[in-house]
């Protein structure tokens, strides 16, 4: 029952480096999104994918960049990283926009 | 400006009280989901409700989504100290050309014992 895995769990980066979130789901789900939380602001969209090399963008897309070459992966790409991108990452994933969502465990980022 | 909008953003009560948290939006939408938030762990989703005027029980949690399915809310009976998390809820809206799942800012209970 793996359902959606996130990894690393926890991050730390500095100022400018680049690095990738995994995000594995064996559900045979086409919709994939990540989100980012931070304290007060609930979850925030990121980038999603309807199915494997459709991606589009959410309503925090900057700096940060997606790929879906298989139904399974989803990795999120952040590009240079800034501590404005300290935060918590969920990956999710559902057979539609409109069904259940089932999420990761998260990853803690920081950046300094 | 959050298309979701949840109030409060926190509360603390006893154990036994009852509580009502909201989900307010400009929008109409075709349906909305609640989900409970624990520490370290992403959001499950509760309940999803789809008709206006809809009325869902699970145990002591009763959703309502409104008539003009452009609100929803969550009345906890008689809390108890595993209530404790945050309640978020979300929905597929409109926004930039597409259709994605947006989710609210999330209310965040404490129910002391």
């Known amino acids: 029952n793996a359902g959606v895995t996130q990894t690393p769990k926890f991050q730390v980066l500095k100022t400018g480096q680049s690095m990738t979130l995994q995000c594995a789901q064996d559900m045979n789900h086409e919709y994939m999104s990540w989100y980012r939380q931070d304290p007060g602001m609930g979850l925030r969209l990121i980038h999603y994918s309807v199915g494997a090399g459709i991606t589009d963008q959410g309503e925090v897309p900057n700096g940060y960049n997606v790929s879906r070459s298989t139904t399974e992966d989803f990795p999120l790409r952040l590009l240079s990283a800034a501590p404005s991108q300290t935060s918590v990452y969920f990956c999710?994933?559902?057979?539609?926009?409109?069904?259940?969502?089932?999420f990761g465990q998260g990853t803690r980022l920081t950046v300094v | 400006t959050q298309l979701l909008e949840q109030s409060p953003q926190f509360l603390s009560i006893q154990e036994g009280e009852n509580l009502t948290v909201y989900c307010n939006s400009s929008?109409?939408?075709?349906?909305l989901q609640w989900y409970r938030q624990e520490p370290g762990e992403g959001p499950v989703l509760l309940v999803t409700v789809v008709t206006g005027g809809e009325v869902k029980k699970l145990k002591r949690l009763t959703f309502q989504f409104g008539d003009a399915r452009k609100d929803s809310s969550l009345h906890i009976t008689a809390a108890q100290p595993g209530d404790t998390g945050l309640y978020l809820c979300?929905?597929?809206?409109?926004?930039?050309?597409?259709?994605?799942?947006?989710f609210g800012s999330g209310t965040r209970l404490l129910v002391r014992p």
């Open positions: 979300a929905g597929p809206a409109w926004m930039d050309s597409s259709y994605k799942l947006i």
């Open positions: 999710a994933s559902s057979l539609t926009r409109d069904t259940e969502a089932f």
């Open positions: 929008s109409v939408f075709s349906s």
